[in-house]
């Protein structure tokens, strides 16, 4: 019998009896892989649990059936292990890399990422993925023995480069952290545990970026038409999802709303799942890599969408942002998001006492960098619900989130 009771595993993806470790070296467990693991002790942190009360795009308080973060985090997990079955990678690997992606966002969404990162301007801005890394390493405390969640050295890795290289060959930052430089928690971690951060990450981690796509896609749609912010006819702007919905219309004439809505979308799903499993065969045919580290020192990504589905995937998060992201409702949210979350900023870096004492404690003395970082890991940490909360426990007047009453 197969260890863990393994799947079969291709030789290039990740073998978890060869994994790299851990930073602080544990006995192995009798009954789970390193990275089932990393999948347990994501699942039962503090951090995971806040999420079932965090924004994707609409707010706490407009209704249960639109996307948190929670369940945006399950989706994925559920499409990277389906694409990591089909590819033969290890699935808890990728799961485990699904689970965590999201562990460093802020309540509200992006708008409260983009207001930390101004806040933080003068001590090196504000990342969800190198908050991610904190969470993960720092700022959850369950274990006697270390900060952190103690994870294997491959989940790491993957939390840091899911979206690709950080370095380049050089030494410089590449991609989105080229202007400003790769953040300052990661590199500092990179000094204790080498990420590696000028290769590719393994291809596990390629499937779970791929699948944050596929969901986002997939259910900003439905939550979208849910809200009522573009109609299923506007949709048919896309080409691909024009040639779906004629496929639905020919199959199901006369079809009620909701389920041709559910029709759509579960036919993006599949066609994106099935394009990424097609073309990743081909590149990995391509590339015969023989290890996983052949994966990472690829030159590109082996776990992806045809040139056809990229363009889709395009058209589709173009359509989103004109029609949703920056729809009049969401962006009345977004500016008061934005000024609850400014306004706790300050008061906080200006009166750390008015933090809880476990957030407070250590700061007497300490220099404005500090104090800052110390508050951003604390609102980052915050529910949507929770910020609100602590704004109106401070503050005379809280903005109204475009529709709730303050």
């Known amino acids: 019998m197969r260890p863990y009771g393994e799947r079969w595993r291709a030789p290039y993806a990740c073998d978890p009896a060869a ?11 009798p009954t789970r892989s390193p990275f089932q693991r990393d999948r347990d002790r994501i699942i039962h942190s503090s951090a995971f649990r806040r999420l079932k009360h965090k924004t994707q795009v609409f707010v706490y308080h407009e209704g249960d059936h639109y996307r948190t973060r929670l369940t945006h985090t399950l989706e994925v997990s559920q499409i990277a292990r389906a ?4 590819l033969g990678l290890d699935e808890d690997l990728a799961e485990a890399l699904a689970l965590s992606h999201d562990l460093g966002h802020t309540p509200f969404g992006h708008t409260g990422e983009d207001a930390l990162d101004d806040c933080m301007a003068a001590f090196g801005g504000f990342d969800h993925n190198a908050q991610a890394l904190r969470v993960v390493t720092r700022l959850e405390r369950r274990y006697a023995a270390y900060d952190g969640l103690n994870l294997s050295w491959e989940t790491l890795e993957g ?13 410089r930052p590449t991609g989105r952290y080229a202007q400003k430089g790769v953040p300052g928690a990661i590199l500092e971690y990179n000094q204790a545990q080498d990420l590696r951060l000028a290769t590719h990450a393994s291809a596990e981690a390629q499937a779970a970026a791929l699948a944050d796509d596929i969901a986002y896609d997939a259910h900003d749609i439905d939550d979208g038409l849910r809200a009522g912010l573009f109609s299923i006819e506007e949709l048919a702007a896309v080409p691909f999802l024009a040639a779906l919905l004629g496929e639905i219309d020919a199959r199901y004439p006369g079809l009620e709303p909701p389920r041709r809505i559910h029709e759509l979308i579960r036919r993006v799903i599949t066609r994106f799942v099935e394009d ?8 990995i045919a391509a590339l015969a890599p023989g290890d996983a580290d052949a994966i990472r020192q690829a030159g590109a990504p082996v776990v992806a969408f045809s040139g056809t589905i990229a363009a889709a995937d395009a058209a589709i998060k173009d359509f989103l942002f004109a029609h949703m992201y920056r729809h009049p409702r969401v962006m009345a949210v977004r500016r008061d998001a934005d000024a609850i979350l400014r306004d706790l900023f300050a008061r906080f870096c200006a009166e750390p006492d008015a933090m809880p004492e476990e957030w407070r404690r250590g700061l007497a003395g300490a220099n404005a960098a500090r104090r800052g970082r110390r508050v951003a890991d604390y609102i980052a940490g ?25």
């Open 83 to 86: 694409l990591a079955r089909s």
């Open 382 to 406: 915050m529910t949507d619900g929770y910020a609100v909360l602590e704004h109106r426990r401070l503050f005379e007047t809280t903005p109204a989130l475009g529709s709730a009453s303050a």
């Open 159 to 171: 939390l840091v480069k899911h979206n690709g290289p950080l370095l380049d060959a050089d030494g």
């Open 19 to 29: 994994s790299r470790g851990r930073l602080y070296p544990e006995e192995p467990s």
């Open 276 to 283: 990424a499993v097609a073309e990743s065969e081909r590149r």
